[in-house]
């Protein structure tokens, strides 16, 4: 009878892995040109070695790793989703609960402005003046991704500050809440006195793959092993968590230092997913929902499961994004929420007992 | 009995790591090859310095370029080269020809793939989006120019005449020179120290005397209730232009609903007098595009305070569209 | 009351506890006898449970507690988790754990970090699951048990760290009768295996079930002594308003309530 679970577990982890698996060729497939356009100049006789060259481009250095991009910033919101709900012990809880978000934003609205406007918040109009604001300023230098992370990762740490520490999970989502509103009215009051950055935070805000090259990949697949490695090292503590705060410390769990660790490990995550992709909604909230409604595991599998499912679903949602309205394309942000909320109600409306969390 | 996880894990790790040494070493191994050199006259290499201080340097002027940006790609047909457009973003929409070319995305979330699909030879954008990044690290020739005062459009019209190696690219420049001065001649002696608020987007974000807009109207002789102070598109306080009590108010047809309405407007002097220029949308296009079209801009702003700021009661202009989003700063 | 030294399970030495800046438990001084069930029982808001968390080391408090001769404060974490069982109130949002897994959870402070279940765990949660009747539904999601069901594996849970010293915070919640009775044959079971058992409990005649009752009134500790004394009836009574009776049905104490009209409290 025990196999039953631990079997459910391996089917559905060997269903996800083919899932992906079948993804990722797909990707190659999809975009502004269909790949029957693409496959007789990758592989005919008679092809001029430019278009050859651009073809492979198109295929191998802009849709393999945006597929692959996709797929590894969905297992890492996946994975901090399942820490998430896990640390606070709240099916609703998603990997932006401290602040991560608005942090993010924040950092990118502040490159933004330095970036672009500078003429503008100086006043003064002038190419020059602008030049040697962009290439002086670090936070320039940092890029966008760099300055999206780091947005993030402070953000956390202000919640912990404010918070005093992770004892208390009540306090540190309050303080996620406050942390995420202050930031957010500072993004506001910055997109106020540069509005040229509006349209670039919109699009930041709804969340594209578009930009993710092979360096952006390795970094999120390496930052990916890292976080999950780390997370079911530490999913006792949360298994523990489970069964209420004092019981884990009867457990002899030390869940000070614990705890903290797996706010690192959820800081870690989020921010390079959000630094990659912008903010994607929903997949961190959905993925551990929707591996708990197949087969019912403790947080070490889950962890791994989470991270499978988050990852089929954003690389699913993003080859819907190209493909649906090629060669233009909807928000992947919009498809997530679509996939991952529709299934969810699916599953809310099947379930008319009081079976598992919904 | 169940079998050691560690060794699954050892498995899983060793397989992840075995792949992202894969992706490394042929990410590596790819490369655009530069396009071979067409026999014919000598080419002459290209090389400027964009608004990011960065140096770009062409082999050979540019046959195939995509523009990002709606001024661009007006300045680049208004340097006759319109020809050489094999792309643009969705804004672009003059002149006529351009909106047959292939929309590549906007001008901040273009479409990677399919700018990289038109093998473009250089590509023309502004200054702050993260498509700068990937594209330069794709191996696509990218410019960045920004124009946002008379200043930088003068500035830039000279090094898109470098990009694309057209002699006397400032022609263009003094053809819009010219025509800022005719149309400020054409504004009657008594229309001059009007005092102007040109509200360019609901927010209410207005054209300050910094802004490209706002130096055309000190050109034309008119006052900018807006002091430079406030930067070129400062979002203001309803209130505050109650309060300035402007003479004239000139505005667009998509942002003029709900204009009226707001608290103490409707009985501002100028609404209650209809001295309001409100300019359909093509209109409203011209105006707030830092290029080219800056001539026909400074006319069409010219004949408003010829008929509103002598005081003639006119209608309050064409009825625009149904509101879409409004007219954004720099499209 | 005095035992030799070595067969206090637990002792409080004076301790005085506060939740917030209320006052909760004020200098109460504890021996439990090991090998013995000890019962606390008081009127609503006591401070019992408190009593009972700051004997397993749950809650700040001045004074000392000494678990099996030691100080608390002196045990290693994982050795106090292997001596001592604490079975909480309302605290469990596992929902989504199967019965087997939760009981598994109790075998924590035995396995060392990152690895699987040994036989021996599997064993011992085996052992506490059938002790505790739960062993046929298993492979269910704790979410779709019902309230009784669900405190049976909680208790499972418990067993399953087989440790020395067991507190449990009202065990019988939601069991009917029958698990009533299955509950205190089990921990008369434990007590004859020589394990210390101390349960909060408000069903005074359950507590009177067991070989040692503690009576807690505000914060306060008011009688400590065997439940078959007559002097540990005559302080129950007593610190309930004598609004129960404590009568013998058949060889057992049962504490019945007193249908007589109100009269005011005596002063304390």
Redesign the interface.
Known sequence: MIGTVAQRGRWLAGLLLLASALLVPLGTGVGSVGLENLWPALWGDGTDPAARAMAWQIVWDIRLPRTLGAWCAGALLGLAGAVAQGLFRNPLADPYLLGSASGASLGVATALALMGGGAGMVGSAGGSAAAMVFSGHWLVRLGLTGAAFAGAVLAVLLTLALARGVQHTLRLLLAGVIVGVVLGAFTSLILLLSPDSLQAMQAFLLGSTGFVGWTSCVLMAGVWLLCVVAAWALSRVLDGLALGESTAHSLGLPLAPLRAALVAVLALATGTAVAQTGLIAFVGLAAPHLVRAVVKVPHGRLMGLASLMGAVLLAGADLLARGLIAPQELPVGVLTAVLGGGYLLWLMHRRTGPGGVL | M?P???RR?LWV?AI??A??LL??A??RA?S??T??IVNGPPALAVQMTD???RVITLPRPPQRIVSLLPSLTETVCALDQCHRLVGVDRYSNWPETVTRLPQV?????P????I??L?PDVVLM??????L??LE???VAVVAL?P?????VQ?VIGKLGQVLAVPDAQRVWRHIDAAVEAAAQSVPPAARGVRVYFEVNR?P?GAGA?SFIGETLTRLGARNILP??????P?LNPEFVVRADPDLIMVGARSMEGLTERPGWSNMRAVREQRLCVFPPEEADVLVRPGPRMAEGARIMARCLASKAAGNAGNAGKAGNAAKAPV???P | MTHAPEKIAICANGISASIGKHPILHGITLDVAAGRWTSIVGPNGAGKSTLLRALAGLLPCTGSVHLLGRPLAGWHRSDRARALSWLGQNEVAADDLLVYDVAMLGRLPHQPWLSPPSDADHDAVEQALRATRAWDWRQRALGQLSGGERQRVLLARALAVQAQVLLMDEPLANLDPPHQADWLLLVRELVAQGKTVVSVLHEVSFALQADDVAIIAAGRLRHHGAAQDAATHRALEHVFDDRIAIHAVEGQWLAMPRLLPRREPASH
């Open positions: 169940k050691t996880p560690v894990i790790v992840v790591v792949l992202g992706m490394a042929l990410a790819q655009l090859p396009p071979p608004d990011r201080g995305g906007g001008g901040l979330d479409n990677i793939e399919a990289v699909a093998r502004a200054t702050s989006s993260r498509a990044a990937r690290s794709l191996g920004e946002r005062s008379h200043a930088d500035r927010g974000y910094s430079a102070s406030l930067g070129p598109f979002k954004a700063v720099r």
